[in-house]
């Protein structure tokens, strides 16, 4: 077993954590609901880590985690209204609230 990532926000350690079972990479999620110890405990202690069960996935594991960032990176878009970049999980836009065409 070897920790994979850490220092990263539960979303984005879900994200990671989904992408991998989905590929058939066997890891799992540490630390996952112990933020409300925080002050009774560093928060580096408690930060959610993704460790990955066979060394031997790694890069696999880092071929997956590139292909779900490029797929994100190819679904942002700009606003027709005010030309401003968003995110590919709004439908809106943040600055002007119009929608997404």
Known sequence: MIRY???LTPFIIQQY???LTTQGIRCLVRNQFISGAL????????EPELWLLNAEDIVFAEAVLQSLKEDCAT???VCSACEEPQEAEFNLCWNCLSPKR
Do not use: V
């Open 17 to 19: 954590y989904d992408a």
């Open 75 to 77: 679904r942002a878009w």
């Open 5 to 7: 990532k850490s220092g």
């Open 39 to 46: 002050g009774e405990l560093p928060a580096q202690d408690i």
